[in-house]
C-alpha cells in the first residue's frame, strides 16, 4: 500500500520551498501527499512581501479532516506565529508513534525572518518534544540554542543543547559550511556523520526537500540512518536538475 506523508506548514507563491514544494516531493518519491496549510507567504526571489498564520480553529479542523486517513509520517516546516504551533501540535499528538521530521524554518532565504521569538519560545515549549527528528541548518541551530555555529567543532558542541530542546534525534545541516557538505545526526547517545562532496550549484528550498523526503523514506519503514542517506541522495539529485524560474533556481520536476 501506498504510504500516507502529510506536510504541515506554510505556502511560497513559486512552490520554491515550503508546503508546495514539499506536496511536489513526497509524490515525486512515490507516498501520497496530504497538507495541513498552517501558514501563507507572499515571496519572491529576495523579500518576504506578507505574512499570515492560519488561525488555530482551522488548522485543527484540518487535522479533524484527516482523522481517518492511515498518516504513515509527518514533515513539518515554517509557522508563523504562536498560536498555529501550539496548534499543529496538539494535532501531532493524535499521532503517537508516527514519525515526525521538522524542518525548523526561521527565515526565508533572502534573510527576513518567518518566525518571531516568540513562535521559536512555543516551537520549544509545546513542538520539537513531538518530533522523532529535527533538521535545523547552523543559523537556525544558533538562533535556537543561543550559540554561534558556525564550524564543525560548533556543531558537535551544539547537538546536546539542540537534542535538550525534545526531539528524539537531531540532524545537524552543515551546507553552509566550506569543503564537503556534512551533516551531523545525534542520537540515541551517538553522533553519526553524512558527509558528501559539494555540488557548486544553488536551489532553493533543500531544507523543505530534504525534510519532506526523510518523511516519505521513514513512512516506507526505513530507519532514521537509512532515511536520511536516502533523503540526502535524493537532494543531490534534485541540486543537479534544478531549473531557473522566476529569478530563482528551484527543484524541476518537468520532463527531461
Request: neutral net charge; charged residues 15%; aromatic residues 4%.
Amino acid at each position: 500500500m501506498t504510504p500516507v506523508v502529510a506536510a504541515v506548514g506554510t505556502t511560497h507563491p513559486y512552490a520554491a520551498a515550503g508546503l508546495l514544494l514539499d506536496l511536489a516531493a513526497i509524490r515525486a518519491l512515490g507516498a501520497q501527499p496530504v497538507a495541513v496549510v498552517a501558514g501563507v507567504s507572499a515571496q519572491d526571489a529576495g523579500r518576504v512581501l506578507a505574512r499570515a498564520p492560519v488561525d488555530p480553529a482551522t488548522v485543527a479542523a484540518q487535522f479533524d479532516a484527516l482523522a481517518g486517513v492511515p498518516i504513515g509520517a509527518f514533515c513539518v516546516g515554517a509557522l508563523l506565529d504562536a498560536p498555529s504551533v501550539r496548534a499543529v501540535a496538539a494535532g501531532l499528538a493524535r499521532y503517537p508513534g508516527v514519525p515526525v521530521i521538522c524542518d525548523p524554518v526561521i527565515a526565508a532565504s533572502g534573510g527576513d525572518r518567518l518566525a518571531s521569538d516568540a513562535t521559536i519560545a512555543a516551537m520549544r515549549d509545546v513542538l520539537f518534544g513531538r518530533c522523532t527528528l529535527l533538521t535545523p541548518n547552523l543559523a537556525e541551530a544558533a538562533l535556537l540554542t543561543g550559540t554561534p555555529v558556525a564550524d564543525p567543532v560548533a556543531m558537535r558542541a551544539a547537538l546536546p543543547a539542540l537534542l535538550a530542546l525534545g526531539p528524539l534525534a537531531v540532524l545537524l545541516k552543515g551546507g553552509h559550511l566550506e569543503g564537503d557538505a556534512c551533516d551531523l545526526l545525534a542520537g540515541a547517545g551517538e553522533v553519526r556523520e553524512f558527509r558528501g562532496a559539494r555540488i557548486p550549484l544553488e536551489l532553493r528550498g533543500t531544507g523543505s526537500l530534504l525534510a519532506s523526503a526523510i518523511a516519505v523514506r521513514c513512512a516506507f519503514g526505513d530507519a532514521l540512518p537509512l532515511a536520511i542517506e536516502r533523503a540526502r541522495g535524493y537532494v543531490r539529485e534534485r541540486i543537479e536538475h534544478g531549473a531557473t524560474f522566476a529569478g530563482m533556481r528551484i527543484a524541476y520536476y518537468g520532463e527531461s
